[in-house]
């Protein structure tokens, strides 16, 4: 059973609109969740983070959104650059498993110039 | 120079064969892990570390095993390799207990197995 969902696999948008990445979960314990971006023949790294006390986080141009009752989450990127694109990986993790990540399968972003 | 090392970045092989892969990391984490990546899907966990003498199983240990050699050092063995164990393999590192401590990753190794 599958308990982090990316249910796009891919997402395409013009240079300098607004990307939103979505992310939906199953689990009501997780305590994080992260999101992650992934360019080819490089390993994942590092985006943004949110705990499961907020809604909101922001970073720059990037802000993730947390919405528990409906167990949905929402990477935006404003305004998106042709740099941006990368696979997407949004990640949760629970106390009660020593914070070890489950992953989604992830979501392509490509940004047209 | 890299915080997390794989080595090799790209490996072909045979059925039955024992290949190891090799991850290092100077960022003085305690925490380190192994996933696996398959074509569309998301990142599964083999195994992690939490410190030396700690080793656990993740989600899809079967077919493999770990040894931490060192804080700096884990690498991840394939017994007897066989095809569907041919995907792209990550080793992370984290540090601390927090859930907002973010695990950071080498660049991988592609393993193929004929």
């Known amino acids: 059973d599958q308990q982090v969902k990316q249910n796009s696999p891919s997402l395409s948008v013009q240079e300098g609109r607004i990307s939103i990445l979505n992310c939906d979960y199953t689990n009501s314990m997780f305590d994080y969740f992260l999101w992650y971006k992934k360019y080819p023949a490089e390993g994942p790294t590092f985006l943004i983070s949110?705990?499961?006390?907020?809604d909101k986080n922001e970073d720059g141009r990037f802000t993730v959104f947390l919405n528990k009752s409906a167990k949905h989450l929402s990477l935006h990127i404003v305004p998106s650059q042709p740099g941006d694109s990368a696979v997407y990986f949004c990640?949760?993790?629970?106390?009660?498993?020593?914070?070890?990540?489950?992953f989604g399968k992830g979501t392509l972003l490509t940004v047209n110039p | 120079d890299a915080d997390v090392t794989q080595t090799p970045r790209n490996r072909i092989t045979k059925t039955g064969k024992r290949i190891m892969l090799e991850c290092s990391q100077t960022?003085?984490?305690?925490?380190m892990y192994w996933y696996r990546q398959d074509p569309g899907l998301g990142l599964r966990l083999i195994y992690y570390s939490f410190d030396v003498k700690d080793i656990n199983k993740g989600e899809i240990s079967d077919g493999y095993s770990v040894s931490r050699q060192a804080q700096a050092k884990f690498s991840l063995s394939l017994e007897s390799a066989i095809p569907n164990q041919t995907a792209l393999y990550f080793c992370?590192?984290?540090?601390?207990?927090?859930?907002?401590?973010?695990?950071?990753f080498g660049d991988g190794t592609r393993l193929s197995i004929l």
């Open positions: 990640a949760a993790s629970t106390i009660g498993s020593n914070y070890k990540l489950t």
């Open positions: 992370a590192t984290s540090q601390g207990t927090g859930g907002d401590q973010p695990q950071h």
């Open positions: 949110i705990s499961s006390i907020k």
């Open positions: 960022k003085g984490h305690d925490r």
